[in-house]
């Protein structure tokens, strides 16, 4: 059973569209990451949020981190082949700080 | 700055053989973890060392699977029986202090059980 649940699954679009793709859990976290991972490499870290209501820009990528460090979201503006890969977002525990990722959402951003 | 190294990258076992993992964290990195990675799932956290003990291995198949991190540094993870339902990619990740800070993956060792 994950602890974030990451939707959608899967989401194909073509270049130039907008995306968001949702993180959301039940627990309360002391931060939030994103990775991106690519086939045959492991993830990649994109952005750490750690306080409620952060929103963070990356580029043509936003990072916002709900109010109450429960859930988060990520926003591609004018998508790119580039951005192809499997998101993941992983929460952060208190204390030793365990880090547990959602199932992922896999982008495919065609020409 | 060198990453996380692991190896072997690919490993093909018949089920009920043995096989180890290795892993060499970024030089200064206290916290390592191991991840199972499933085709089409996230990471699983099988065991989180702080230096040379163990934090958190509550989703470890303890009955056939073992970790160790001598010395804070390098760690294996060993699997004997292999079951069929072990295939998949085995990612090692370290980062400086837990989930605060962010985790450095190395490319994983993909196991296929035969």
């Known amino acids: 059973t994950q602890l974030l649940e990451q939707s959608p699954q899967f989401l194909s679009i073509q270049e130039g569209e907008n995306l968001t793709v949702y993180c959301n859990s039940s627990?309360?976290?002391?931060?939030l990451q994103w990775y991106r991972q690519e086939p045959g490499e492991g993830p990649v870290l994109l952005v750490t949020?750690?306080?409620?209501?952060e929103v963070k820009k990356l580029k043509r990528l936003t990072f916002q981190f709900g109010d109450a460090r429960k859930d988060s979201s990520l926003h591609i503006t004018a998508a790119q082949p580039g951005d192809t890969g499997l998101y993941l977002c992983?929460?952060?525990?208190?204390?030793?700080?365990?880090?547990?990722f959602g199932a992922g959402t896999q982008v495919v951003v065609t020409p | 700055e060198a990453g996380v190294a692991q190896s072997p990258r690919y490993k093909i076992i018949e089920k009920r053989q043995s096989v180890a993992f290795w892993c060499n964290p970024i030089?200064?990195?206290?916290?390592l973890y191991w991840y199972q990675q499933i085709l089409g799932q996230g990471p699983k956290l099988l065991i989180q060392?702080?230096?040379?003990?163990?934090?958190?291995d509550s989703q470890l198949p303890k009955d056939r699977f073992s970790a160790e991190r001598l010395k804070g540094v390098d760690s294996t993870l060993k699997i004997q029986p292999a079951k069929l339902e072990d295939s998949a990619v085995y990612l090692c990740?370290?980062?400086?202090?837990?989930?605060?800070?962010?985790?450095?993956f190395g490319q994983g060792t993909r196991l296929t059980v035969v």
């Open positions: 060392f702080q230096n040379n003990g163990v934090v958190d």
């Open positions: 990740a370290s980062s400086l202090d837990g989930g605060r800070t962010e985790a450095f």
């Open positions: 030089s200064g990195h206290a916290t």
């Open positions: 627990s309360v976290f002391s931060s």
């Open positions: 949020v750690v306080t409620g209501g």
């Open positions: 992983a929460g952060g525990g208190y204390s030793w700080g365990k880090l547990q």
